[in-house]
């Protein structure tokens, strides 16, 4: 298990992380401003704050979608400013999983197939990836619906295909960004359950949502204002 | 007062009513949202692109066939008025005394439009009951073979000190033009034809003036005797970029010059007195056609006979004058249209193709905006801001198409002008292109009014249902597509099952099974069956792309090189959608390439193929006399070996045939040792080759080869025995001697050395019908040599030969050879035809129907790869974001789109190979149309490895592009692509 960390040692560490958009010029945005945060195997954080506060810029960057303009994104303790574009897709492959709000699955492929993408792409192949897209399938409750194409499935089944396709190849952190944004609040309920059956299995998770109900359900609620992160106790104290 | 008041204030109002229209028109014309619009275009690049470029494609295309047909209608048709050295003549009714010419000539040269007049006399015409017939004898012998006929000009002393006698010294004279003495001047191709040069005598010429009318038959006779070549001129034949349709004019070949005062020489009384009694001479008169509207034929001929006319009221005596341009103007007009319809058949495969290409564009245009329009709609646009924005983008693009279009139209034409044969472009005659570059109305507005017309339709069409879908539908950027009529209804399977028909016709030819279907039926099949073809091929191709790949899939995904992302491309291949389109597009654009490559080369084969099979060898030499001239032509410097070729008629039952032999047991030899002289066909006969046709003859000298012409009408079969009806040479009564079991070996389509013939015998058969006619002991002649009136050549460098060896050749055989009527050189014709700019374009046609086609292609490739790799961004992303390297990426699309495009190359060639072999029968019309040569057949020439290349070309075209595009997608921020749905 290469991804297996002791409970202690932080699966994502971000110091002092900055973002700018359009730096130097007039219409410079200054997102985050100095955010230190960590994340240990296991946790489940909701991260919230206003429409255009940086929430899903800060989860871009330390999902290695994007750059920082400052600080250091640390997953496993392997930092990603010091990565190259192969070393990001790799660490993308092997230690990151991607819930979006669209699910984004290929059209054309079956459940099965979306989720054996990543395993080939990671190098598994035949049978080995087969049986692990089964199993990933049955753990998110779809194993009957392995032929099923993304028309054939409800929103709700097309979101745990596509957890089942982030977590193929076992990453130690998954992002979601608003992955209930596209389902109703009993659907949505569902997919949190299943974050908290993957948390309480040692997958950390960090989630962007705007829905405080379904953010209270997470370990811990995070708060993005002013480009500063707080823990939603000390925004409320401090309010 | 008040009413004149108020009628002004009426006016007045109504002026300004006017003026308000006026002002409120132009204000409806939204000017200031040009910048917006072009910002717009600028800011869609890609989109922009795909419909410029189908709009500068049908554009330049259209308008390059325009200016090419418009100028090559010029350039001949100034040829006739060029070539013609006077445009008018007048003669005087009833007395045509020279000193009355003389004074109606002086009194026509006063006129400012006239340039110059001369006295002339010759044949007039036979409106006036008289004919002349004129023999040239070369040489003092009885031999009526070696007579000429020839139409003599009688010209005055001034003939050549004005413009009228310019036009013969323009065409290469050499010599004097003094003909004040027994002289005259005569062609170069006269004095080739008996081995004369200026300087020699020729013998004499017969005169002889027919009258006839109802009441008097009476014959005037005039002799010349011993008169000198003072000069010779090289009569129009063919010129550069011209057609040959100038014949019969004052300059052609068969004309011969001598001075007036000849016909006071003694032996001409009789002549002369009739040739004035039926009103002969004339005042030959030019015209300064800058006076003239000549640019338009119909006018110019018009204003030509209303001077006629002028002339004529004012003159005093009863004069008559005669339009000499006006027949061979308005035939040049007959044969333009004709010429017109050809080039647009010929040109509709890439009409249509770039039509297609530019409703193609507008529909990606349209799709770009799809979510645009959604939005917009959703924003509280309405269905008629939204519609005005595409209006007014797309007249933008028009205007700058257009212009663009048109430019490169005039780069199109020049470039046809200047081909010499299939994709042989010499830009030399940088004058030429000076006189493309001129605006052609009809050239621009015909073009752009079908393009415009085209871009209304498709716009109002495709513009209305986009802008009225479904909001959601637009957001989300999915459609439920809707498959076309066309497609839905298997249409296309069933045009193109339809099309096999005249592929199964062409097979049949092929194979030379005899099918009755009557040559109108054929025709229509050739003209109608390769756009059904083709549209069909291409349209199934679709079906096709999507097919082998899929079927193919299981052996391409389990290349190791895909393993890693055979998954996305299983999707890839299943989902396709606009991608058959542009499969469509690459099927139509290849399929045009591959027939201007295949007709091209087959139109160039046929040329050469026709050249080798008229002159038959390296050299042709023609004898006035039968004779043996091998030694004589063997002695020749440069010559190697000769081939006599004798021909006869012999009847068989009621039936004339033309018999032809030549020497085939040398050339059986010659072909043994791989050295034949004559240049034999792989078609010269049907199921045999030429050794084969040559070894059965030897083997059965009582075989025959006949024409499949002379089969049908002897209602005989190969392998039936015929008799052959000899006639004795010296019987008066016409008895024959009956030659029995004569046997059809086989059929022969043409022989070397372009002889007509019924049939092919052996040279033994020959020689023994000579004995047998002078009953002769046959046995004694067997072992004779083949007398001949034609000789075949091998020269001994053959194709490294330099011009200069072949002057010298020339030159001996014009000067030191007795009895050569003619002779003609291949490499020298075969150098020409190389070099001689295409007069009818057809291979400059081809060129660019080929030229247009690749860049279709590439246009096609990289603006459609383009939009679909667009498409297919946030798919890209989400791929990134789960680990797919660049690299990944890149191998995807490469590999989805390498099985479809290959598949639609090889398709592409397919379909092209058929609708060549369709079109072969419409290229077969066209040369017979155009004059040329028919009796050989129009072998289409597959080259396999032109082929290969520009489908390799297509292909590794398309990789490219779609490499291109992947790039930006590739390289795209993954943070923002995740999102975009």
């Known amino acids: ?239 | 007062m008040k009413n004149n008041n108020n009628d002004n204030n009426n006016n007045n109002n109504s002026n300004k009513n006017k003026t308000k229209g006026k002002i409120e028109f132009y204000k409806r014309i939204p000017l200031e949202t040009i910048p917006n619009t072009f910002y717009a275009i600028f800011r869609n690049k890609r989109r922009s692109m795909a419909m410029l470029s189908g709009i500068v494609l049908s554009v330049t295309l259209l308008s390059g066939i325009f200016l090419y047909n418009a100028e090559l209608k010029q350039n001949n048709y100034d040829g006739i008025v060029e070539n013609y050295p006077y445009e008018v003549r007048f003669d005087i009714i009833g007395n045509e005394t020279y000193s009355e010419l003389s004074k109606l000539s002086n009194n026509i040269s006063a006129d400012s439009r006239v340039t110059d007049t001369t006295i002339m006399a010759s044949e007039y015409s036979n409106l006036r009951n008289n004919w002349l017939d004129t023999y040239l004898i070369p040489k003092a012998t009885d031999e009526i073979e070696e007579y000429m006929e020839v139409d003599p000009i009688f010209v005055d002393d001034d003939y050549f000190t004005g413009p009228i006698g310019e036009t013969l010294l323009s065409m290469d004279f050499k010599g004097e033009t003094d003909l004040t003495g027994q002289y005259v001047i005569i062609s170069e191709q006269f004095m080739n034809h008996y081995g004369f040069k200026i300087g020699d005598t020729i013998h004499s010429i017969n005169f002889t003036q027919n009258i006839y009318n109802d009441e008097v038959n009476q014959m005037n006779f005039g002799f010349l005797p011993n008169l000198t070549i003072r000069g010779s001129y090289k009569a129009i034949l063919y010129e550069e970029f011209t057609m040959d349709i100038v014949g019969g004019s004052p300059v052609d070949g068969q004309k011969i010059y001598l001075s007036l005062d000849r016909l006071n020489d003694e032996n001409m009384t009789e002549f002369n007195e009739g040739l004035h009694a039926t009103g002969n001479f004339y005042v030959a008169v030019k015209i300064d056609v800058t006076q003239f509207n000549v640019g338009d034929p119909t006018t110019f001929n018009d204003e030509l006979n209303q001077f006629i006319n002028q002339i004529t009221r004012d003159y005093d005596l009863d004069i008559q004058g005669f339009n000499m341009i006006e027949g061979p103007i308005m035939g040049f007009q007959f044969f333009s249209i004709f010429i017109t319809i050809l080039y647009v058949v010929l040109a509709i495969p890439v009409i249509l193709l770039s039509l297609y290409l530019l409703n193609f564009g507008l529909e990606m245009s349209l799709e770009e905006r799809r979510r645009l329009i959604a939005i917009k709609k959703v924003q509280g646009a309405s269905s008629k801001q939204i519609f005005s924005e595409l209006q007014k983008e797309t007249v933008l693009l028009l205007i700058v198409g257009s212009v663009i279009g048109y430019l490169l139209g005039i780069i199109a034409a020049w470039s046809i002008s200047s081909i010499s044969g299939f994709m042989e472009i010499e830009f030399t005659a940088t004058n030429r292109f000076l006189d493309f570059f001129r605006f052609d109305l009809w050239a621009f507005i015909l073009p752009v009014g079908l393009v415009s017309l085209i871009l209304i339709i498709v716009t109002y069409k495709k513009g209305k249902t986009f802008i009225d879908q479904e909001v959601t539908e637009g957001v989300s950027r999915r459609e439920v597509k809707k498959e076309k009529f066309f497609k839905r209804n298997k249409l296309d399977v069933v045009l193109f099952v339809a099309s096999l028909s005249g592929l199964v016709l062409v097979i049949i030819d092929l194979l030379k099974i005899q099918v009755q279907i009557s040559g109108f039926t054929r025709f229509m099949i050739f003209l109608f069956m390769p756009f059904i073809f083709w549209i069909g091929g291409s349209s199934v191709g679709s079906r096709v792309v999507k097919w082998i790949p899929l079927k193919l899939e299981a052996i391409f995904l389990r290349l190791p090189v895909f393993r890693d992302v055979k998954n996305v491309i299983k999707s890839g291949l299943k989902r396709r959608g606009d991608i058959e389109r542009l499969a469509v597009i690459i099927i139509m654009t290849l399929s045009i390439a591959s027939l201007a490559t295949i007709q091209g080369n087959t139109e160039e084969t046929q040329a050469q193929r026709n050249i080798q099979w008229q002159i038959g060898a390296d050299w042709q030499i023609n004898f006035v006399d039968e004779g043996d001239f091998h030694e004589t032509i063997n002695n020749i410097s440069g010559f190697e070996d000769s081939l006599a070729i004798n021909q006869m008629y012999l009847r068989t039952l009621s039936f004339y045939m033309q018999l032809t032999a030549i020497e085939n047991f040398k050339e059986l030899d010659n072909m043994k040792n791989g050295t034949p002289i004559a240049m034999w066909q792989p078609d010269t006969f049907n199921t045999y080759t030429p050794q084969n046709a040559l070894q059965a003859l030897y083997d059965n000298s009582n075989g025959i080869f006949v024409s499949q012409d002379s089969l049908f009408v002897l209602d005989a079969k190969v392998g039936d025995v015929i008799d052959l009806r000899i006639p004795i040479s010296e019987s008066s009564t016409g008895e024959t001697i009956k030659l029995e079991d004569i046997k059809i070996l086989g059929i022969v389509n043409q022989l070397p050395g372009g002889t007509m013939f019924s049939a092919f015998i052996s040279q033994k058969l020959f020689l023994e019908i000579q004995a047998l006619s002078l009953q002769l002991d046959a046995n004694t002649y067997e072992n004779n040599t083949l007398n001949g009136t034609q000789y075949l050549v091998r020269t001994d460098k053959e194709a490294a030969i330099t011009t200069e060896e072949i002057d010298q050749i020339q030159l001996t055989l014009n000067t030191e050879i007795d009895g050569v009527s003619s002779h003609r050189s291949y490499y020298e014709e075969l150098e020409d035809i190389n070099t001689t700019k295409e007069g009818y374009g057809i291979t400059g046609l081809l060129s660019l129907n080929f030229i247009i086609s690749l860049v279709a292609v590439l246009v096609s490739a990289f603006s459609f790869s383009a939009i679909l790799m667009e498409r297919r961004k946030h798919e890209f992303a989400i791929l990134r974001s789960i680990g797919a390297k660049k690299s990944h990426i890149y191998k995807m699309a490469l590999g989805e789109n390498s099985l479809m495009m290959l598949t639609a190359s090889i398709w592409g060639i397919f379909i092209g190979v058929g609708i060549s072999y369709l079109f072969n029968g419409v290229f077969i019309f066209i040369n017979m149309i155009v004059g040329g040569q028919i009796s050989l057949n129009r072998t289409v020439v597959i080259p396999g490895l032109e082929l290969v290349i520009i489908s390799a070309v297509t292909f590794i075209g398309m990789m490219l592009a779609t490499l291109l595009s992947v790039k930006s997608a590739a390289n795209q921020d993954l943070s923002l692509a995740t999102k975009v749905v």
């Not at chain 1, 991804?3 to 007039?26: P, S």
């Not at chain 1, 092997?94 to 054996?116: M, R």
């Open chain 1, 1 to 239: 298990m290469e991804n297996a960390l002791t409970h202690t040692e932080n699966v994502l560490q971000i110091k002092d992380l900055e973002k700018k958009f359009n730096e130097g010029k007039r219409n410079e945005v200054y997102v985050l401003k100095g955010i230190d945060f960590q994340m240990k195997p296991g946790d489940f954080f909701a991260l919230m704050g206003p429409s255009g506060c940086g929430k899903s810029t800060l989860l871009n960057i330390v999902g290695g979608l994007l750059e920082s303009t400052k600080g250091t994104v640390e997953i496993k303790n392997k930092r990603l400013g010091d990565m190259d574009d192969n070393d990001l897709t790799e660490m993308r492959s092997k230690n990151i999983g991607w819930v979006f709000q669209s699910f984004g699955l290929i059209d054309n492929l079956t459940a099965l197939e979306n989720i054996i993408i990543p395993l080939n792409l990671a190098g598994i192949y035949d049978k080995e990836a087969e049986t692990r897209a089964n199993e990933l399938l049955k753990l998110v409750g779809l194993e009957d619906r392995y032929d099923h194409f993304p028309d054939g499935l409800s929103g709700g089944q097309q979101q745990r295909v596509a957890i089942a396709r982030a977590l193929a190849n076992d990453p130690v952190i998954l992002f979601a960004d608003e992955p209930t944004g596209n389902l109703d609040t009993s659907t949505g309920l569902e997919i949190i359950a299943l974050f908290k059956e993957l948390s309480n299995m040692g997958k950390s998770i960090l989630m962007v949502t705007h829905d405080v109900s379904l953010a209270h359900a997470s370990d811990q609620v995070f708060i993005l204002r002013n480009g500063k992160v707080k823990k939603e106790v000390e925004e409320i104290t401090s309010i």
